[in-house]
């Protein structure tokens, strides 16, 4: 395989372990807000990007290429909300997409026709990635509208007693 291509595979199989460091520290974070099951999603976001890693070691080795891994970034692992997790979770998953369209021009540029193919399944997958966030994102706000419109509804059946007249 050319080198270039190689050396860009291996720095996006580390990447997607660093993926991994980032939703695994968002879990973190979210177990302290006692939200189970956000709490549950995020853990399956951290397996899903070890498979994704995984998936990068495989071909490597199928392709004859040696695997090389390096050191990691400190994930970010502290928010101000549960929205915030997952806006930021949102334009990482954007910054992964265009590597992963980057490492398909370099594929291109140097006609490797088997990369091309399995790139495509991560083309693919970006999509879906980014897609599950961005709903989440419109979920939680609505969650959040619905809440205040609840709150809205009770502070409107307050009604005026004056208080220098109560016995
Ligand atoms: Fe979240 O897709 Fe891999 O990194």
Redesign the pocket.
């Known amino acids: 395989m050319d080198k270039k291509l190689v050396n860009a595979i291996n720095k996006q199989l580390n990447?997607?372990i660093e993926?991994a460091h980032v939703y695994l520290a968002m879990q973190g974070y979210v177990a302290t807000l006692g939200l189970e099951g956000f709490e549950n999603w995020l853990g399956i976001q951290y397996e899903?990007?070890l498979a994704?890693a995984k998936k990068f070691i495989r071909y490597l080795n199928e392709r004859g290429e040696r695997v090389h891994i390096t050191g990691f970034e400190t994930p970010r692992n502290d928010f101000d909300s549960l929205l915030e997790v997952f806006e930021v979770s949102l334009e990482h998953?954007k910054g992964?997409t265009s590597r992963i369209n980057n490492l398909m021009k370099i594929a291109n540029e140097v006609n490797d026709y088997a990369s091309i193919s399995f790139l495509q399944w991560y083309v693919d997958?970006?999509v879906e990635?980014e897609d599950s966030f961005s709903t989440l994102i419109d979920k939680i706000k609505l969650v959040k509208d619905a809440g205040l419109y609840m709150l809205d509804k009770e502070l409107a059946t307050r009604v005026f007693v004056d208080p220098t007249t109560e016995e």
């Open positions: 990447y997607e993926s899903e990007e994704h998953e992964v997958e970006q990635e």
